[in-house]
């Protein structure tokens, strides 16, 4: 049964503002942060959970749905803050199955584990328009959580030490990505050298693109503009020269047209993300973008997250979810996912190792795991 729930302020790396929501019970408490979309500050977000207190103390955790549907009731009706409500359901959640969230759907014989896309080179300006923003590794063959930390972190080094031998590295970004002095091209070509014999596929975020009138492609550092039809035949040329297995938001999001062309001449797995992306019924009917990537945070209770990922994978398609910066200490995100058989997460290096090490843990406690 549940006696209190507190709010407190939480800092992650960027400026956005992100809460940690506490339930307390007779036994123990439990805790979840998630982010605000409002910039309201800490007495406001009180005075919200204050209202929503009452209703809450004295209910009973192991009826968690009967806090979400109220949840979605004070969603549809007030203007709370969507991250206040994720993190009280979450930390209901949690309650109701003493901290093991992995356990709140029934547990089957067999709990697949999410495999990981690991960012490892940014691009040269990234969200600016510039060359595509963020690099990914993917490993192809792996045993464990610990085999697959190990192939990506020892990659990870390996392409820093080369970039800084060939006098191409320019430093790290603030969540701990390389930065090269390379374009597009060059990244993958260099690359394609290391993972060729590792069996480690690779995989881009073009989303680098602004969103103007005029439909071009500006690449800045390069000093080049493409038009759409320039964009597709670059689009085309990276994904075949260096067999690129995922690629995300290729180009502005309504261009349901380009997809469909490039889609006919490449064996890469198309993404778009539905938090930059169009509406979510739009890609859902494109037989051209088989995977959706985005943040679990984007919805205000588990339910909604549980509905979300069914509703995809009945379309199907496959859910990929991107680790939030506050993941670095609190990786619920991975409990989530072997919930909800979620195949994917994307990471940065900064994120990566405590989800790799929330994996590692899960993976002697889940009963029967996969990979």
Known sequence: MIKDIRVYPWKAHSDKSHILTKIFNFDSSYSVITPLSSGNGLDAIRKAVSSLRENLITMDEEYWESTDEMLESVNENTETDPGILLGISLSMCKAATQGELWRINEVRQKMKFPRVWFSVIRGRVSGSGSDWKNFMVFPERIKNPLDMQAQLLELWSEIGEELQRTKKLTGKDIENRW??????????????????????????????WKYNDSR????????????????????????????????????????????????KSIKSGISADIRHGPPLQEILESDSVPIISNSPDLFYNFTGIRKYTEFVEKKGKTPVFSAPEYAIKDPWIVDVCIALKVPFIKVTPLEGLSVFNRLNELWYDVPNEII
């Open 179 to 208: 930065i090269s002095k390379m374009n597009t091209p060059k990244t993958l070509e260099f690359l394609s050298r290391i993972c060729k014999d590792r069996n480690i596929s690779m995989g881009v975020d073009c989303g680098s």
């Open 216 to 263: 071009i492609y500006n690449y800045k550092n390069e000093n080049k503009k493409l038009s759409e039809k320039r964009q597709i035949a670059f689009v085309k040329k990276m994904c075949n020269d260096y067999n690129l297995k995922y690629i995300e938001n290729p180009f502005i999001p309504d261009s349901a047209e380009l997809l469909n062309k490039v889609k």
